[in-house]
Nanobody
Framework: QVQLVESGGGLVQAGGSLRLSCAAS?????????VGWYRQAPGKEREFVAA????????YYADSVKGRFTISRDSARTAVYLQMNSLKFGDTAIYYC??????WGQGTQVTVSS
């Protein structure tokens, strides 16, 4: 089973950018994996943010982040990234990485100040 570790969160002003990383250990990502980012804000349900299918590289985004966030992968099959631009106060949440919604990381906090 793959273990996932997120990093790159922090405090940023509205309009700023952050780049989150999801590192895989135990095994590398396979061509059968879909790796996604979800987020959970205080008092809210966990929601889908973005995903990338390793086979073919198709990407998927929630409407709320389209045009601002970009998901990408590395060629070594060990990391997935989430570039977040034009951050808004509403993007404040803990961001989680998941493989096929079966394995989950511990999350990284993103706080956007208004």
């Amino acid at each position: 089973q793959v273990q996932l570790v997120e990093s790159g969160g922090g405090l940023v002003q509205a309009g700023g950018s952050l780049r989150l990383s999801c590192a895989a250990s135990g095994r590398s990502f396979s061509r059968y994996d879909t790796v996604g980012w979800y987020r959970q804000a205080p008092g809210k349900e966990r929601e889908f943010v973005a995903a990338i299918s390793w086979s073919g590289g198709s990407t998927y985004y929630a409407d709320s982040v389209k045009g601002r966030f970009t998901i990408s992968r590395d060629s070594a099959r060990t990391a997935v990234y989430l570039q977040m631009n034009s951050l808004k106060f509403g993007d404040t949440a803990i961001y989680y990485c998941t493989t096929n919604t079966a394995s989950w990381g511990q999350g990284t906090q993103v706080t956007v100040s208004s």
